[in-house]
């Protein structure tokens, strides 16, 4: 069983920067992979960004390349998302996700997601 705990996140405005965080704890040696997800009012839940645990490999959507920064402290098993330049539409609940198998190529579609954070409130207004 792997739990995941999100913190972070709140209100800023457009251009504005916030961090969310997700701590990982119980059986966390199953984790290859983990990622941030996103799920807007009305909206299918998306991927954003993840890392490869071993490697360190990063992936983004296109919407979140040059803007999000992905990074896990595995000391720690501490996964953090850096969001700067934030616009309106980057209004969503944010979720932390792990995988029990390596993302090599990109960020895992929100089936294949294996466990899942209660989710952090990010808004943007403009």
């Known amino acids: 069983q792997v739990q995941l705990a999100e913190s972070g996140g709140g209100s800023v405005q457009t251009g504005g920067s916030l961090r969310v965080s997700c701590a990982a704890s119980g059986y966390t040696n199953s984790i290859y992979c983990m990622g941030w997800f996103r799920q807007a009012p009305g909206k299918k839940r998306e991927g954003v960004a993840a890392?490869?645990?071993?490697?360190?490999?990063?992936h983004y959507v296109d919407s979140a390349k040059g803007r999000f920064t992905i990074s896990l402290d595995r000391t720690k098993n501490n996964l953090t998302l850096e969001m700067n330049s934030l616009k309106p539409e980057d209004t969503a609940m944010y979720y932390c996700a792990s995988v029990s198998w390596n993302c090599f190529y990109d960020v895992p579609k929100s089936e294949q997601v294996e466990n899942w954070g209660q989710g952090t409130q990010v808004t943007v207004s403009s």
């Open positions: 890392i490869a645990v071993e490697s360190g490999r990063t």
